[in-house]
């Protein structure tokens, strides 16, 4: 009777434990999605409600786009120990060679966008060769790369070059074609693709419990994965109805932009934490000799980084013309400066070998959230900046501080 009574007690007390130390294990990743929460929250109060009007939100992300997209590429780079201060430059100088194709040389758009990312790639071997091969740090390479492109930047464009293909503003400012009628107030399309979205997360998560089950590792407690699934459920349900509602007469409901943005996330995320390359980007940024000695080619790893960093910094710079609808040598002022914050402040790790493209991507939204509800509230560009970097000087710290106590 008493083994009875005993037994169920002992296992109650193990999914306890258990599920605490699957929320300790990621007590990092639930702290930034928790703290993003609470900073939007706090701005739709001080806004008075203005932050989360769906074309407001529509507007944050079309706005911060270019973070989104550098802080992908910037987050592998820094867990593989390096860094790249030229993005910002390269926005400007590829940007310019795109809008003068465009403008000048009277090229399709499309071809022009092609050209402008081929300039991206030669750009990310150039820079590749001077970090893996010649064996020049990643700081300076990049700070001399910032120096030269945004000089390259300021000869070719000179004042601006405005940009009159209306397709090609269209990449920025439209939606996807509402292919299924409006429901209501509401864009059908979208409201399609937000289930979608929550079938997906949740099929992920159970597929990913029951393989891990399925080998003999560690899992979760259920509890704690169908909390996962309705929280993330109850957001994208919110971001849906945000989406849906957005728009003017002509179109709404999903900006082209933020398909872009999720499509690279997507496939860079599985880059990352599903191939072979990404395996040895975290081997290389947690112990670069040891990866040396266990036959990774640590060269080619840091070529290949840049090549990709150069890639994205140029769907940045198209995105970033097609919002502004002008070429300008200024463009791109500060962008490495976001994006490197968004890849701190989203978890990863200043000594490298640690850090997620989805926690670069809420970093990024908490700039985002930051500049907007700020804006909104008419502070000072000045402030703002201070505000900025005090987010950021925590966010480390907290990193730092954190690693201490495990210690």
Same mark, same amino acid.
């Given at each position: ?10 296992? %109650? ?32 109060? *001080? ?7 769906? &074309?407001?939100?529509?507007? *944050? ?33 590829? $940007? ?6 465009? %403008? ?46 945004? $000089? ?25 074609? &509402? ?56 957001? +994208? /349900? ?48 947690? &112990? ?11 060269r080619r790893v840091d070529f290949t980084l840049y ?62 959230? +930051? ?23 925590? /966010?480390?710290?907290?990193? +730092? ?7």
């Amino acid at each position: 009777m008493t083994s009875a009574t005993v037994e169920p007690k002992k296992s %109650e007390r193990d999914k306890e434990v258990g599920m605490l130390s699957s929320i300790a294990s990621n007590a990092r990743q639930y702290g930034i999605v928790g703290a993003l929460i609470v900073i939007v929250l706090v701005f739709e109060v *001080l806004t008075g409600g203005v932050l989360l009007k769906p &074309n407001s939100f529509v507007s *944050l992300i079309q706005q911060n786009a270019y973070v989104i997209i550098l802080a992908i590429g910037m987050v592998m780079v820094i867990i593989a120990t390096h860094i790249d201060l030229s993005v910002g430059s390269l926005v400007a100088f590829i $940007g310019g060679v795109c809008a003068l194709l465009m %403008e000048r040389q009277g090229m399709n758009w499309v071809l022009a966008i092609v050209v402008s990312l081929v300039v991206g790639l030669l750009v990310g071997v150039w820079q590749g060769f001077w970090v893996a091969y010649v064996g020049i740090p990643g700081f300076i390479t990049t700070l001399a790369g910032m120096l030269i492109f945004r $000089g390259l930047a300021t000869v070719i464009v000179g004042e601006s070059v405005p940009i009159t293909s209306s397709a090609f503003r269209g990449i920025a400012r439209n939606y996807l074609p &509402n292919i299924l009628v409006f429901w209501g107030p509401f864009d059908g399309l979208t409201i399609v693709l937000g289930l979608l979205c929550i079938a997906a997360f949740a099929w992920a998560q159970i597929s990913r419990r029951r393989k891990a089950a399925k080998v003999g590792l560690a899992t979760e407690p259920m509890s704690l994965t169908i909390g996962k699934i309705v929280i993330a459920s109850v957001v +994208i /349900a919110f971001v849906t109805y945000l989406l849906a509602s957005s728009g003017n007469a002509d179109q709404g409901g999903t900006p082209i932009m933020l398909v872009i943005v999720a499509v690279l996330v997507l496939v860079y995320n599985f880059i990352l934490t599903r191939t072979v390359f990404g395996r040895h980007v975290y081997a290389v940024g947690g &112990n670069r000799k040891a990866a040396i000695l266990s036959g990774i080619d640590s060269r080619r790893v840091d070529f290949t980084l840049y090549i990709h960093m150069g890639f994205l910094s140029a769907v940045a710079a198209v995105c970033m013309l097609s919002r502004l609808a002008s070429a300008t040598a200024q463009a791109g002022m500060e962008f490495e400066m976001d994006a490197i914050a968004a890849c701190f402040i989203g978890g990863t790790a200043v000594t490298g070998g640690i850090g997620t493209i989805p926690g670069a991507v809420v970093g990024a939204f908490v700039m985002g959230v +930051i500049n907007q509800g700020l804006s909104i509230m008419g502070v000072d560009t000045a402030i703002v900046k201070t505000i900025k970097g005090l987010v950021l000087l925590v /966010a480390v710290a907290i990193d +730092i501080m954190s690693k201490r106590k495990k210690s």
